[in-house]
Structures are given as structure tokens and as C-alpha cells.
């Protein structure tokens, strides 16, 4: 046995249960030779001959010495759920962490133990639990195939507009495309697209993200709300093809502009 440990020894007296008095000696011998006791594991359900340990007591020893206070009823737990043998728990409310093994008498193929802590993180495996409940297998598919479908459709709407272009192939449920610049842009449409990306997105209509692929400014279109229906994927195409229409006369407009500037230079109308 390691020398950090300590096996308190039970006898017939105690049912073979730990006895309190026994293990409050153990700490002190360990108190007066320096070192610190940080932890005691009481069983329910021993795996010898199913002794109970005195939860209460041992716990309340634990929080003399400011000690974790484990209850191990890997075994016996199980019997608590009748009310009948719940007693055997009484003084659980002391403890820190607390384990059951439900391969061993719930039931429940091998292996599987339960662990309880006090001071623990949020029960964040509940929802989980919840979603794969309500939905199971089948729904669960069809939610991720429907998905995968809508991004298909929205492929095929971006393919069918020349001013668009795919990126990279589709795998999943996203979508990575962008309009194609002008040839004599310098940025690689850059500029371009963000400005695409940045006007859908303020419209509050739809969000799309942005990624930088091979030096390309690419916008990413990501099916994945529960609620998401084939005239939403529609509507958010027809709002990128409409503010692409916009940049495109604004271009025009602009160019129109400079040609105008420049011919009015050349009249000596402009200084």
C-alpha cells in the first residue's frame, strides 16, 4: 500500500463498517507527524460483505479537517431507490462527490458509473440528453439531410448567375462562393465582396461570413437553424443578387463619371 494512503481497519463489532473513532486517530497520527489529510472515502455496500459506512459521522470529520468526503456505493447505491433501504444514505448531504455503478445492479451493460460532485460545472449534458430524446436517429438525419439539401439549392441558385462563381466544392451545408470581379480590379474582388457581405448583412435580413481561400476574398453561406425552409435560402439569394445589381450600376455609374471628368478635362472645361 502506497505510503499516502491509509486503510483503517473494520471488524465484526462495526458489521465491518469503518468505525468514526478509527479514522479520526488515523488523521491525527498524521497531524502529528507533519502531514496533511486532504481526503476520506466512505462505501455503501462494501464489495466484501455490503458494510455500511456512517456517512454522518465520517462526514462531519472530513469537515472538521476541511477534507474531501467521497461516498463510493458503487454497489448498493442501487438499492436506494427503494425507499425501504434509503436510509442507508442518510449523511449524503456531507458529501463532496459521490459514485454509483449502474453495470453492477441498474441494469446496465458494462461499464457505466455515475459521479456526483458538489462543486461542479453546469448540467450542460441535460439539452443533450433532451435533443436526442425528442428527435432520436431518424429526425436527427432527416434535420442534417434537410440541411445539406437547402445548401444543394442554394448551390445551383449561385451557379446559374454568371456573376457568381463556387470557390470550392460543396460538402456539407456550406456554402463557399463569390462575385466575380472585374478584371481590372487589383484587390482580386476583395473589396468587392466585403462590400457584398457588409450591405446584405446590415440589411438584418441575413448574415453571411467571410473566409480567405487561395488569396480570395470568399463569402461563406452556412445553412444550420432548425427553422430554415427552402423561401429563406430564396430570399437570401435574391438579396445578393439584388445588392450585387446595385454595386454593378454604381460601378457603371462611376465609370460613366470618370469618362465624363476626363473628356470635360480634355475640353479645357476643367482645370
Given at each position: ?34 502531514l496533511i ?47 425501504e433501504y ?77 456573376r457568381f ?107
Amino acid at each position: 500500500m502506497p505510503e499516502n494512503f491509509r486503510v483503517v481497519k473494520a471488524d465484526y463489532s462495526n458489521s465491518y463498517a469503518v468505525a468514526p473513532e478509527a479514522v479520526s486517530e488515523a488523521i491525527s497520527v498524521d497531524l502529528s507527524s507533519g502531514l496533511i489529510p486532504f481526503f476520506i472515502c466512505a462505501t455503501v455496500g462494501t464489495t466484501s460483505s455490503s458494510a455500511v459506512d456512517p456517512l454522518h459521522k465520517l462526514g462531519k470529520i472530513a469537515q472538521a479537517h476541511d477534507m474531501w468526503f467521497h461516498i463510493d456505493a458503487a454497489y448498493a447505491g442501487s438499492a436506494c431507490i427503494c425507499p425501504e433501504y434509503r436510509h442507508h444514505l442518510d449523511g449524503v448531504e456531507e458529501a463532496d462527490s459521490f459514485n454509483m455503478n449502474a453495470h453492477k445492479w441498474f441494469l446496465t451493460n458494462f461499464d457505466c458509473s455515475l459521479l456526483w460532485v458538489k462543486w461542479s460545472f453546469y448540467f450542460r449534458s441535460l439539452k443533450l440528453w433532451m435533443v436526442l430524446r425528442l428527435y432520436g436517429v431518424e429526425n436527427l438525419q432527416s434535420y442534417i439531410r434537410k440541411h445539406i439539401q437547402l445548401a444543394k439549392r442554394f448551390e445551383q441558385l449561385v451557379l446559374s448567375d454568371s456573376r457568381f462563381e463556387v470557390v470550392t466544392p460543396r460538402n456539407f451545408s456550406l456554402v463557399c462562393f463569390r462575385l466575380l470581379p472585374p478584371t481590372s480590379e487589383d484587390d482580386n474582388g476583395r473589396n468587392l465582396n466585403y462590400s457584398l457581405m457588409d450591405t446584405c448583412n446590415s440589411s438584418g435580413k441575413i448574415f453571411i461570413s467571410h473566409t480567405v481561400l487561395s488569396g480570395k476574398f470568399v463569402l461563406r453561406f452556412a445553412v444550420g437553424a432548425p427553422l430554415t425552409e427552402e423561401k429563406h435560402v430564396d430570399a437570401a439569394w435574391k438579396l445578393l443578387q439584388d445588392e450585387a445589381s446595385k454595386i454593378d450600376l454604381r460601378k457603371f455609374v462611376d465609370y460613366k463619371c470618370r469618362c465624363l471628368l476626363i473628356k470635360l478635362h480634355h475640353l479645357g472645361l476643367l482645370s
